[in-house]
């Protein structure tokens, strides 16, 4: 049993797995440590757009057919329990159990080559050491440390010095419900509901043989969550939901400001890189991850001085559109505007294109301000 790594990866969900992927494929000694055994349950809704497709392909080169359980490719669009828009012939969105997904992943990095300890949490990092306590007192220590541990990570807490702040997080609640409830306007499309929380949304994504059934928005604007769920679903499907209602938080918007320090990368939800407005996240965890194993390889090559010579430049394109996203938010959610946004969706044929399109980055959210300005003009001067 190793003791020591060139390369630790703490948390193998889609962004510790694709770093780790990425060193062992490069010949990099590499060991990821979860506190869970795989497969392990996530709370998510499993939507995986071409956004997230193009990122899988380009680091795990094949194997998406095997990844997904159902696509579609249409949406429905409601607000306040109105059926406001819909479209069809969208393209690819697809869907997945976050279980089968996440291993997957971990197994294609493990038969690349990457060691994997499982069941063990990581309690304490020592960034001086460079070491890793782990619960059963075993202690793994590294020359480069990639934080991959989710929106509540302890590497983010000793890299920042930083506690976890609720307030800035989005809070979202999630119930596996029988196929039924979202077959029941004779479709498996998506639907995604405004109006059933504040600054957030509500949805329904189909799987192969159940739905997800969730509702998300920042913590500090939905204390009631629970409440709202058990209205919403009861409103839409006839009767109180009877499956366990789980929840977790969501980076939403709130980024970390400096994501390397010294020899460690933070990545995916543990560096907030989550859009603040879909609350996409897989795409840009498996692409941060692979970005830092390249940084990290450069610099071991010698081609660059330090891992923030790389990553830092990948790391601020990124979240320059999480900035832009942010600003517009403020538009899409805000008291004075928000009917704005849906009398834009509700009333125009490509608005929800262009709102699908954002959500699998066809296009920018620089794209978006110059499309939603168009729009409300239209709506205001006509
Ligand atoms: C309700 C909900 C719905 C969502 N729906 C979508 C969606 O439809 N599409 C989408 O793209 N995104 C969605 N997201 C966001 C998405 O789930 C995350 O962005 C994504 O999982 C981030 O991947 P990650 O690898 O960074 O972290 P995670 O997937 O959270 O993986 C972190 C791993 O670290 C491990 N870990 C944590 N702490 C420790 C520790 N101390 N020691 C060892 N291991 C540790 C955990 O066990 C876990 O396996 C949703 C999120 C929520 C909460």
């Not at 610099?299 to 394109?317: F, H, L, N, Q, R």
Request: glycine fraction near 10%; hydrophobic fraction near 35%; aromatic fraction near 12%.
């Amino acid at each position: 049993m190793k003791n020591s790594y060139t390369c630790l990866v703490v948390g193998a969900g889609p962004a510790g797995s694709s770093a780790a992927y990425t060193f062992a494929k490069n010949g990099i000694d590499v060991c990821v440590v979860d506190k869970a055994v795989f497969p392990r349950e996530k709370l998510c809704g499993g939507l995986l757009t071409s956004r997230t497709k193009k990122n899988f392909l380009d680091v795990f080169e094949s194997g998406w057919e095997e990844v997904y359980e159902c696509k579609t490719n249409g949406a429905l669009f409601f607000h306040k329990g109105q059926l406001i828009n819909a479209i069809e012939n969208y393209g690819e969105l697809y869907f997945c159990n976050r279980s089968t997904f996440d291993n997957r992943l971990l197994e294609k990095a493990t038969s690349t080559g990457a060691d994997v300890v499982l069941g063990e949490r990581v309690e304490f990092v020592d960034t001086t050491a460079k070491s890793c306590l782990l619960g059963s007192g075993r202690e793994l220590r590294y020359r480069y440390l990639i934080g991959a541990d989710g929106a509540n990570s302890i590497v983010t807490r000793a890299v920042t010095s930083k506690g976890f702040d609720r307030s800035s997080y989005a809070f979202a609640v999630q119930a596996e419900t029988p196929d039924r409830a979202c077959r029941q306007n004779g479709t498996a499309r998506p639907e995604i509901y405004f109006g059933e929380v504040d600054w957030g949304y509500g949805w329904v994504f189909p799987k192969k043989n159940s739905c997800s059934v969730g509702l998300g928005g920042l913590f500090p604007k939905n204390r009631n969550i629970r409440t709202r769920f058990s209205e919403f679903y009861t409103a839409r499907n006839g009767q109180p939901c009877s499956v366990p209602l789980k929840g977790h938080y969501i980076p939403f918007g709130n980024y970390a400001r400096n994501a390397v320090s010294k020899d460690c990368i933070l990545v995916g939800d543990a560096s907030g890189l989550v859009d603040p407005i879909t609350g996409e996240g897989i795409a840009f965890a498996i692409e941060s991850g692979q970005h830092a194993a390249h940084a990290v390889i450069s610099a071991i090559s010698g081609s660059t001085t330090s891992v923030a010579d790389d990553y830092e430049k990948y790391y601020s394109k990124i979240t320059r559109e999480m900035d832009r996203a942010n600003m517009i938010r403020n538009f899409l959610f805000s008291e004075y505007t928000k009917a704005l946004f849906i009398g834009a969706l509700s009333r125009t044929r490509t608005m929800p294109y262009h709102f699908m399109d954002l959500m699998s980055g066809v296009i920018s959210y620089k794209d978006l301000f110059s499309i939603i300005q168009q729009k409300v003009k239209k709506l205001v001067f006509w």
